[in-house]
């Protein structure tokens, strides 16, 4: 059996900022840049602190703890990718975190079967594999939450009709996008 290489991403703001965790070396795992994290916590401001927090396709983790750390309520993490969901909680054992879960198993399959409400919902699924639009269509979400998204430039989701669009940019590479539930 061979071991698996870890990575290290650093949390950018809040309780544990500075903090390093480790995640392991998967194909197509690329946890949330810095500088985009940066960018999205400064939209989100003060729309974090007392949240449910969704991190569907957590891979990393990085958009959760990162909620986690500037005064989320609550985090679900979901992610397919056994090695990952271990060192999501081995990462969550580390920092001491007991208002966290990781559900291991399919993102999509979790959506259809647990319609809970969130505040806020983090929609970073791995790119090229046809994930975002499934799990758009499945979230059932409740006026006020917001919605994270990051998807990759060559794609064109159908995003429900009372999400409004708040913040928007692009790199050469990706879209990463932030949404408001609208009354209907």
């Not at 698996?4 to 949390?11: A, F, M, N, V």
């Not at 291991?104 to 090229?128: H, S």
Request: charged share 25%.
């Amino acid at each position: 059996m061979s071991k698996i290489s870890h990575h290290q991403l650093r949390i950018i703001g809040g309780e544990w900022r500075s903090r390093r965790l480790r995640f392991p070396a998967i194909d197509g795992l690329r946890p949330t840049m810095d500088r985009v994290r940066e960018t999205v916590f400064n939209w989100l401001q003060h729309d974090v602190e007392g949240c449910r927090v969704l991190d569907a396709f957590a891979g990393s983790g990085a958009l959760g703890f990162e909620a986690l750390s500037r005064g989320a309520k609550e985090v679900i993490f979901l992610e397919k990718h056994p090695a990952a969901a271990v060192q999501l909680k081995e990462n969550l054992q580390t920092l001491g975190a007991s208002n966290a879960q990781v559900w291991a198993g399919d993102a999509l399959l979790w959506l259809t079967q647990n319609p809970e409400p969130f505040d806020l919902v983090f929609l970073d699924p791995p790119f090229g594999k046809n994930l975002l639009q499934p799990a758009l269509d499945s979230l059932l979400l409740l006026p006020g939450a917001l919605i994270y998204v990051e998807h990759e430039a060559t794609l064109k989701p159908q995003f429900p009709e009372q999400w409004q669009e708040l913040k928007c940019k692009n790199t050469k590479e990706f879209y990463f996008r932030l949404f408001e539930v609208e009354e209907p």
